[in-house]
Structure formats: C-alpha cells, structure tokens
C-alpha cells in the first residue's frame, strides 16, 4: 500500500526566511501525483502545489517551489520569504492514476515568527 | 459556483444518537470523498464513490455507511455514533482519474459525548 511520511510534526520560521517542508512516499506505481495541501485555522484545504510524476522540472507556485526526487521519493516544498499568512497545517498527499483517492501524510504544523 | 458544500458545519451527538451529513458539489464531478482528520493522523479515507450509485470502503470504513443516488450529492450516515468518531469531516470531488486534486468542502466538525 501506498504510504506518504511527513517526519517534522513542527517547523518554525522567521518572517521572510525560507522554510523547506519534507515529505516521503513510498509506491511502485510510476504513474502518480503528488501534492501539498494548506490547511489554515479557518480547516479549509487549499491546494498550494501539484506535481506530475511523469514531468522532471519541478513544480513553481510564486513562492512555493518542490524539490521532487522521483528515484529518492522525496517531494519536499520550499517556502520561500515566509509571511506570517503562511502559518497553518501542510499536509503531503499521493494519488496515483489507477487508484482515484489520495493518501494523506501527518501534517506539518508551520509557524511564522515576525 | 459554490464548489464542495457541506451540512452542517458542527453537531454534538449523544453516543448510540444516528445522523447523516450532506456533501453537494456543482462542478459535475465524477469521484467524491468523505475522508476524516485527527490529530497526528493526517486525512484518513472513509468511503469513496466513483459515479451515481457506485461507492467503495476506504482505510476506515467501519461504523459509517453512504449513498450517492444524485451524481451532485454524497451522504455519510452515522447510525449509531460512538466517541471515536469524533472528529472533522471532510468531503471531497474530483472531476476524473486523470484530472489532478481534489477539491474539498469546509469541513464539519463532529463531537460525540
């Protein structure tokens, strides 16, 4: 079974400094997404960034950026000039392209220092 | 467009009380979610529907059942709630298998006593 780890429960940051959030999976699908989900005091999901497995250039939203090793399994996201509106929950999800859910990490609860 | 709702956003229930919750989606997706979040645990799969009248058990699936009779509406019923289920609950669409994300619904926020 596919399995997605996210091993910081906790990361702190200064306002704007940049913050690298990490993310494992483990699958031997080749076909796959992966994702990272904001999730803010108001619960509300919100998708911060996508990546195709299939595409090596690495995934660009403004100032979040993935570090995507597909052969490592690794799919980090960087934070780049922290602002105090990105403290919330960040959680890592998989979804590969024959099974239609998504698997969900632990989270990462991010705090901004001003 | 309103995208995922949810009803209602918060209930207390009694132990052994039942209830449903209403997800609707107007985006004319195919798939829908319901998934429920704890703390440490991230989102966990409860059931799944791939289309009108299909649904599925997900990681979790004990102690819930759901229909889909309208391709717009997902309902998740509780017949008997227990305090393990007290949790937020998520609903969830997706347009096709090889779409991309999902998209979710605000959340209710379930406490069974």
Same mark, same amino acid.
Request: proline share 4%.
């Given at each position: 079974?596919?399995?997605?780890?996210?091993?910081?429960? *906790?990361?702190?940051?200064?306002?704007? *400094?940049?913050?690298?959030?990490? !993310?494992?999976?483990?699958?031997? *699908?080749?076909?796959?997404?992966?994702?990272?989900?904001?999730?803010?005091?108001?619960?509300?999901?919100?998708?911060?960034?996508?990546?195709?497995?299939?595409?090596?250039?690495?995934?660009?939203?403004?100032?979040?950026?993935?570090?995507?090793?597909?052969?490592?399994?690794?799919?980090?996201?960087?934070?780049?000039?922290?602002?105090?509106?990105?403290?919330?929950?960040?959680? !890592?999800?998989?979804?590969?392209?024959?099974?239609?859910?998504?698997?969900? #990490?632990?989270?990462?609860?991010?705090?901004?220092?001003? | 467009?309103?995208?995922?709702?949810?009803?209602?956003?918060?209930?207390?229930?009694?132990?052994?009380?039942?209830?449903?919750?209403?997800?609707?989606?107007?985006?004319?997706?195919?798939?829908?979610?319901?998934?429920?979040?704890?703390?440490?645990?991230?989102?966990?799969?409860?059931?799944?529907?791939? #289309?009108? #009248?299909?649904?599925?058990?997900?990681?979790?699936?004990?102690?819930?059942?759901?229909?889909?009779?309208?391709?717009?509406?997902?309902?998740?019923?509780?017949?008997?709630?227990?305090?393990?289920?007290?949790?937020?609950?998520? !609903?969830?669409?997706?347009?096709?298998?090889?779409?991309? *994300?999902?998209?979710?619904?605000?959340?209710?926020?379930?406490?069974?006593?």
């Amino acid at each position: 079974a596919q399995t997605v780890t996210q091993s910081q429960p *906790e990361m702190s940051v200064q306002e704007a *400094e940049t913050v690298t959030l990490s !993310c494992t999976y483990d699958t031997s *699908e080749s076909d796959y997404y992966l994702f990272w989900y904001k999730q803010p005091p108001s619960r509300q999901m919100i998708l911060v960034i996508r990546q195709e497995a299939y595409k090596q250039q690495n995934a660009t939203e403004n100032r979040f950026s993935v570090n995507f090793q597909k052969a490592a399994k690794s799919f980090s996201l960087k934070i780049s000039d922290s602002q105090l509106g990105d403290a919330a929950m960040y959680f !890592c999800a998989y979804r590969s392209a024959s099974i239609v859910y998504m698997r969900f #990490g632990a989270g990462t609860r991010l705090t901004v220092k001003p | 467009n309103a995208g995922v709702t949810q009803t209602p956003k918060f209930r207390v229930l009694k132990t052994g009380q039942s209830m449903t919750l209403l997800c609707a989606q107007d985006m004319n997706h195919e798939y829908m979610y319901w998934y429920r979040q704890d703390p440490g645990m991230g989102l966990r799969l409860i059931h799944y529907s791939v #289309g009108e #009248g299909t649904t599925a058990k997900g990681e979790v699936p004990d102690g819930y059942n759901v229909s889909r009779l309208k391709k717009q509406n997902f309902l998740l019923g509780l017949e008997s709630a227990a305090p393990s289920q007290t949790s937020v609950y998520f !609903c969830a669409s997706l347009l096709g298998r090889f779409v991309g *994300e999902q998209y979710f619904g605000p959340g209710t926020r379930l406490t069974v006593t």
